[in-house]
């Protein structure tokens, strides 16, 4: 029985090569149609390759951007140096109207943070209240959760 199906299969003609002559003949029959097809297929993936190179690049600037404002948050912090708490600001204010990226939430984050410091409680809730709803399951969230709470206690 075995044996049967064997010789069954060597006179059947070949799949691959079967495959190979249609997509051949199909090709030189459409060969205008496929080369359109082609050039179309691989400007897609240049248009996907480019618009990611791009994206990376705009996060990178952001990061960028936003270590800046941190470095400026910082040395506030240490020196208490207004000059370098109103360059912070500006910072952050820049990055959140340009709404770019991962940093985008930190920045509304720290800026809370300096509101908070200034006394503007009202503006520093508001962009907590934002933090939270845009950032859920990630410690940023937990972090404006907490500052939420405290400027509620006060």
Do not use: C, H, W
């Not at 948050?73 to 204010?93: C, D, H, I, P, R």
């Not at 907590?128 to 907490?146: H, N």
Request: hydrophobic share 40%; charged share 25%.
């Amino acid at each position: 029985m075995a044996r049967k199906q064997t010789k069954e299969l060597v006179r059947k003609p070949d799949f691959l090569l079967t495959f190979i002559e249609t997509a051949y003949t199909f090709i030189q029959n459409n060969l205008r149609n496929f080369i359109i097809g082609a050039v179309v297929f691989i400007m897609a993936v240049l248009a996907v390759y480019g618009y990611t190179v791009y994206s990376s690049k705009q996060e990178e600037k952001s990061q960028a951007i936003l270590f800046q404002g941190i470095k400026s948050f910082e040395e506030y912090s240490q020196t208490g140096k207004q000059e370098s708490l109103t360059n912070a600001e500006n910072v952050f204010q820049t990055l959140i109207k340009e709404k770019k990226g991962k940093a985008y939430q930190t920045a509304r984050l720290y800026l809370a943070t300096i509101f908070t410091m200034q006394g503007k409680t009202d503006d520093a809730k508001t962009l907590y209240r934002e933090v939270v709803k845009g950032s859920s399951g990630t410690i940023l969230q937990t972090l404006a959760e907490q500052a939420l709470q405290g400027l509620e206690k006060k």
